[in-house]
């Protein structure tokens, strides 16, 4: 039996055969019917048609950055774990990777002529690779601070450099953020859509937050991709965090919401882990983000997590019956600048 098959036996199973044809097309799907996969109780039958999708659009190719983490100047910086490697403004010289993002606890009073520097000097020391900072959440912080409309403050942010936006757990699940990425393609920035979710939060209100992204995007938005970020990040307990049949869901519901009009859906390795990023290339997934430029790797402790190097990140893509590609910050192709 042929994989398409067999995967075609599994959706047919679960009473969704009629969703498959529109699947393997790239068809928008109707909000019953995504409601119809949410419900079925079959999370293997929803990623399997969710897959069908991906390789529609993507094929076997999984794209992923090697980003280069930029501590936030004049933030006080806190020793990190093996699992998290970033870099000083003035040591970024030299170091290979194909984005750039900017890190650290910035405080909640953050003035945004501060803010603006901070985006000045990483594109000074690497005016070569696109630029991710400041989640929604710190735009709209930065908007209170300074008394600055939303609009206004991603007009600035953008003017001085900033590519995309960042985010992080827990990002997306109320549609508040959905007004700064709008303001963010207004100014001519191409985002990426957090779709937030929690433990038993994979349900109506998540299908809504995803009717809400299409809709942008369908009405002229500028998604790159759709991220999947789970309010919780590897290694919460299961009381707490989603169990790995609701990450599935919530991945695979993402791919057919979105696909017609968003090409991409990501998935954060350091949020999610590894292993389970990797299972999710087979959930409509077709890009990851987690790897780090750095000159040298700390080694681990005890059993700790390891820190996610280029090599491993495509041998996690190739396990996973992929072909790693290397994109930017913008999804451009940058094999060949990188070598």
Known sequence: MSRESLLKRIVDAAGLGDLWIAARRGARIARSDLERVRTCGHPLAAAALADARREQAAGVVVTHPWTLRVRAPSIPFVAESAMFVSHPIDRLAGVPATETQLVGAL?????????????????????????????????????????????????ELARVGLDTLDWAPGDGTDGAALRVHEHAHDARMKTVAPVGYSKGGVDEAFLGRLDAIRELDENGGGFLSAVVLPDRTEGASPLHGPAGTE?????????????????????????????????LLSAGADDVVGAQAAAAWTTPTGDGPRPLNPDRMRRYVIEARRSPDLRDGLFRDATASTG
């Open 107 to 155: 405080p909640s009073d953050l003035p945004l002529g501060l803010a603006l520097e901070m985006i000045r000097s990483v594109k000074s020391a690497r005016p070569d690779v696109p630029l991710r900072a400041f989640s929604p959440s710190q735009v709209e912080e930065l908007s209170i601070t300074d008394g600055a409309s939303l609009g206004d403050v991603v007009t």
């Open 247 to 279: 990450d599935t869901l919530a991945c695979a519901l993402t791919r057919l919401a979105l696909g017609h009009t968003i090409s991409h859906v990501t998935i954060d390795a350091h949020v999610i882990g590894h292993k389970l990023a990797a299972l």
